[in-house]
Nanobody, 114 residues
Framework: VQLQASGGGLVQPGGSLRLSCAASGSIFRINAMGWYRQVPGKQRELVAAVSSGGSTNYADSVKGRFTISMDTAKNTVYLQMNSLKPEDTAVYYC?????????WGQGTQVTVSS
């Protein structure tokens, strides 16, 4: 299973970005996908997760600003990020749990700076 993430970049505070992550390979069924982020010296943290049924979960720091969605036909997860803040700067990783393994994308850098 391979995960290909895209959509990161440099944006000014208050701006928006949309991240995408497509899963490919030997996949029978994806039940959930998620986005995590990590800054140097800190642990990777959950940003948002979505189930194939549409249930979502967000970190408190991004509620009301970020929206996660999943296209089950394309095995792709999206993260729409609005009202970005400098503290959102991090490397963002997509994640797919496929028991008994957990797969990670390669990471995409998001930098929020004026």
């Amino acid at each position: 299973v391979q995960l290909q993430a895209s959509g990161g970049g440099l944006v000014q505070p208050g701006g928006s970005l949309r991240l995408s992550c497509a899963a490919s390979g030997s996949i029978f069924r994806i039940n959930a996908m998620g986005w995590y982020r990590q800054v140097p010296g800190k642990q990777r943290e959950l940003v948002a997760a979505v189930s194939s049924g549409g249930s979502t979960n967000y970190a408190d720091s991004v509620k009301g600003r970020f929206t996660i969605s999943m296209d089950t036909a394309k095995n792709t997860v999206y993260l729409q990020m609005n009202s970005l803040k400098p503290e959102d700067t991090a490397v963002y990783y997509c994640n797919v749990p496929l028991s008994p393994y957990v797969y990670w994308g390669q990471g995409t850098q998001v930098t929020v700076s004026s």
